[in-house]
Nanobody, 115 residues
């Protein structure tokens, strides 16, 4: 089992910045940030694996940066140039091997961007 604890949500004005954090209780192969806006499906924002391979959703490329402190099992998402459409519940996710979908989830942290 892997427990994930997120922090850093809140409210920020359009154009501002915010950083989310997620600490895992043990080693994971890869970790990711997902978000779900009201009335929309959950989407993957970014992920990173133990080899440092990173991917981003097209909508956040150039504005968001995902990183991981392996010594602390902590995942970060630095979000810059925020837009109101970024308002959503953000979830941290993890998996311990590469051949399964993300199957461990944090409780989620709400993040609102006001115009």
């Amino acid at each position: 089992q892997v427990q994930l604890v997120e922090s850093g949500g809140g409210s920020v004005q359009s154009g501002g910045s915010l950083r989310l954090s997620c600490t895992a209780s043990r080693y994971t192969f890869s970790m990711a940030w997902f978000r779900q806006a009201p009335g929309k499906e959950r989407e993957k924002v970014a992920d990173i694996d133990s080899g440092g391979r990173i991917s981003y959703a097209d909508s956040v490329k150039g504005r968001f940066t995902i990183s991981k402190d392996n010594a602390k099992n902590t995942l970060y998402l630095q979000m810059n140039s925020l837009k109101p459409e970024g308002t959503a519940m953000y979830y941290c996710a993890a998996r311990v091997v590469s051949w399964i979908p993300y199957n461990y989830w944090g409780q989620g942290t709400q993040f609102t961007v006001s115009s």
